[in-house]
């Protein structure tokens, strides 16, 4: 009874109940049961109010038989996302700037290309940052940290963090110390003069942690249970660590009959904490080393790696909570822009700019 959606029970302009869900009897009982092509109606006893479940969303909801029984259902399960390494290099994924700005199909191709591939390049966009502002807020709002809005920097220390310097930076995820880590971040090279080198690094999180578990499932496990404390203490008056601590892997929530799947990779090893020394659930210092040691030892595998030269005109966005990237130190003064989105604005407007609204209704209630 709680869930009828009819227009009685849920305000159909806001998406929100209407329906007092403890004003229901708990003893309450269908008076009527009706099968119909649309669905199953019901007829309540206590006041006669009448409930049509479509098939589809009784499919959804039902318990799980560990089989599949409908074509929307299947789809569900097959895996979204392409995984990669090196080999990407011979066609990574990208989408012209024109495209983007031209209308909302633009950003449903992007944020497509962004959720299967974890990464995207925008083609012959305007050496600009305002124009890589305007593209970035194509997604969404610009994430406000102690970095700032949308950045345009140089690299000199003005942030205490080696990103503001000319050193190289191993594959790592930023914003580790957020609860809410950072979703997408974008990097527009505006120039490099007198100097050259700072290639950037893009690894596959997801790839490295499935290859993990193939390898050494414990390894897998321990990062997985092991809460990690990380912190960003390197400016004065800003010390920010997550509200709890978190371990390296986090995952969706766990459905009936299947494995857990991967929802964030949380790793910067030079941002962590101390490891705790007594053993947590069986997850000691000892073994977490050992698992880290392996995960590090995957993460920097040739096979993973795609190394790239940033060009003005060719901004990169990627999801930070699967893609992890990195740098080769470089001489000379090079000028970037770009910023971060949450990931639940990415999220949604990945949703709402390819699938209709009743199939984005569809996907979450």
């Given at each position: 009874?709680?869930?009828?959606?009819?227009?009685?029970?849920?305000?159909?302009?806001?998406?929100?109940?209407?329906?007092?869900?403890?004003?229901?009897?708990?003893?309450?009982?269908?008076?009527?049961?009706?099968?119909?092509?649309?669905?199953?109606?019901?007829?309540?006893?206590?006041?006669?109010?009448?409930?049509?479940?479509?098939?589809?969303?009784?499919?959804?909801?039902?318990?799980?038989?560990?089989?599949?029984?409908?074509?929307?259902?299947?789809?569900?399960?097959?895996?979204?996302?392409?995984?990669?390494?090196?080999?990407?290099?011979?066609?990574?994924?990208?989408?012209?700037?024109?495209?983007?700005?031209?209308?909302e199909k633009g950003v449903?191709?992007?944020?497509?290309?962004?959720?299967?591939?974890?990464?995207?390049?925008?083609?012959?966009?305007?050496?600009?940052?305002?124009?890589?502002?305007?593209?970035?807020?194509?997604?969404?709002?610009?994430?406000?940290?102690?970095?700032?809005?949308?950045?345009?920097?140089?690299?000199?220390?003005?942030?205490?963090?080696?990103?503001?310097?000319?050193?190289?930076?191993?594959?790592?995820?930023?914003?580790?110390?957020?609860?809410?880590?950072?979703?997408?971040?974008?990097?527009?090279?505006?120039?490099?003069?007198?100097?050259?080198?700072?290639?950037?690094?893009?690894?596959?999180?997801?790839?490295?942690?499935?290859?993990?578990?193939?390898?050494?499932r414990s390894a897998y496990?321990?990062?997985?249970?092991?809460?990690?404390?990380?912190?960003?203490?390197?400016?004065?008056?800003?010390?920010?660590?997550?509200?709890?601590?978190?371990?390296?892997?986090?995952?969706?929530?766990?459905?009936?009959?299947?494995?857990?799947?991967?929802?964030?990779?949380?790793?910067?090893?030079?941002?962590?904490?101390?490891?705790?020394?007594?053993?947590?659930?069986?997850?000691?210092?000892?073994?977490?080393?050992?698992?880290?040691?392996?995960?590090?030892?995957?993460?920097?595998?040739?096979?993973?790696?795609?190394?790239?030269?940033?060009?003005?005109?060719?901004?990169?966005?990627?999801?930070?909570?699967?893609?992890?990237?990195?740098?080769?130190?470089?001489?000379?003064?090079?000028?970037?822009?770009?910023?971060?989105?949450?990931?639940?604005?990415y999220v949604s407007r990945?949703?709402?700019?390819?699938?209709?609204?009743?199939?984005?209704?569809?996907?979450?209630?």
């Open positions: 009874r709680d869930n009828c959606r009819c227009v009685t029970c849920v305000n159909q302009d806001t998406m929100q109940r209407a329906l007092d869900t403890f004003s229901i009897p708990t003893d309450i009982l269908p008076q009527e049961v009706i099968t119909l092509k649309e669905g199953i109606q019901v007829k309540w006893s206590n006041d006669g109010h009448m409930s049509l479940y479509p098939w589809d969303w009784i499919l959804r909801h039902r318990k799980k038989a560990g089989i599949p029984i409908s074509k929307e259902e299947k789809q569900m399960q097959v895996d979204p996302y392409k995984y990669w390494g090196t080999e990407i290099e011979s066609n990574p994924p990208s989408v012209h700037y024109d495209e983007i700005m031209a209308d449903g191709a992007w944020t497509a290309k962004i959720r299967e591939y974890g990464f995207c390049y925008v083609d012959e966009c305007p050496i600009s940052p305002e124009k890589t502002q305007e593209l970035l807020e194509r997604i969404a709002f610009i994430r406000q940290t102690h970095y700032g809005g949308f950045y345009d920097f140089t690299s000199d220390l003005t942030m205490k963090d080696t990103a503001y310097t000319t050193l190289a930076l191993p594959a790592h995820t930023d914003t580790t110390y957020f609860t809410d880590p950072a979703g997408l971040q974008m990097f527009h090279l505006l120039s490099h003069t007198d100097g050259e080198g700072g290639a950037s690094l893009l690894v596959d999180g997801f790839n490295a942690a499935r290859t993990l578990l193939k390898e050494s496990e321990i990062l997985a249970k092991t809460p990690i404390p990380w912190h960003a203490s390197g400016n004065e008056g800003i010390t920010i660590t997550p509200a709890k601590k978190f371990p390296v892997f986090s995952f969706q929530d766990l459905q009936e009959d299947r494995l857990p799947k991967l929802l964030q990779v949380r790793w910067n090893n030079d941002d962590r904490g101390v490891v705790g020394l007594r053993e947590d659930y069986g997850m000691g210092a000892e073994k977490w080393y050992r698992a880290a040691r392996k995960w590090n030892e995957i993460l920097k595998r040739p096979a993973m790696e795609y190394w790239a030269q940033l060009m003005p005109g060719r901004p990169l966005i990627f999801d930070n909570w699967r893609v992890l990237h990195g740098r080769s130190a470089f001489r000379g003064k090079r000028r970037m822009c770009g910023g971060y989105i949450n990931h639940d604005d990945w949703r709402n700019t390819n699938f209709t609204r009743d199939e984005v209704l569809s996907q979450i209630l």
